[in-house]
């Protein structure tokens, strides 16, 4: 199983980006996936999540903002970030829960960072 992550980049303040993250592999079910981010010198938080059922969550700071959605015949999960400020600048990381074919337990699983950077 592999997350894998895409859509970061440099924008200016007031800007918009769009991030994307598939799972792939062999997939029974996927509980959750959303997206962290760690910005330099603070620790990783969580940003937005949705459920399988569509509930979502997300961080105060960016409600209103940010947007997840799911493609779930697609296993793969977007964040629309809108109004972005300095303050989003972090690395962005894509996370799921979910369980493997064959396993009787979900597990956590992570994909590979992505930088956004909000800078003039």
């Known amino acids: 199983v592999q997350l894998q992550a895409s859509g970061g980049g440099l924008v200016q303040p007031g800007g918009s980006l769009r991030l994307s993250c598939a799972a792939s592999?062999?997939?029974?079910?996927?509980?959750?996936m959303g997206w962290y981010r760690r910005a330099p010198g603070k620790q990783r938080e969580l940003v937005a999540l949705?459920?399988?059922?569509?509930?979502?969550n997300y961080v105060d700071s960016v409600k209103g903002r940010f947007t997840i959605s799911r493609d779930n015949a697609k296993n793969t999960v977007y964040l629309q970030m809108n109004s972005l400020k300095s303050e989003d600048t972090a690395v962005y990381s894509c996370?799921?829960?979910?369980?493997?074919?064959?396993?009787?337990?979900?597990?956590?699983?992570w994909g590979q960072g992505t930088q956004v950077t909000v800078s003039s």
């Open positions: 949705m459920t399988s059922g569509g509930t979502t």
């Open positions: 592999g062999s997939i029974l079910s996927i509980n959750k």
């Open positions: 996370y799921a829960e979910l369980r493997p074919s064959g396993k009787y337990y979900s597990y956590d699983y």
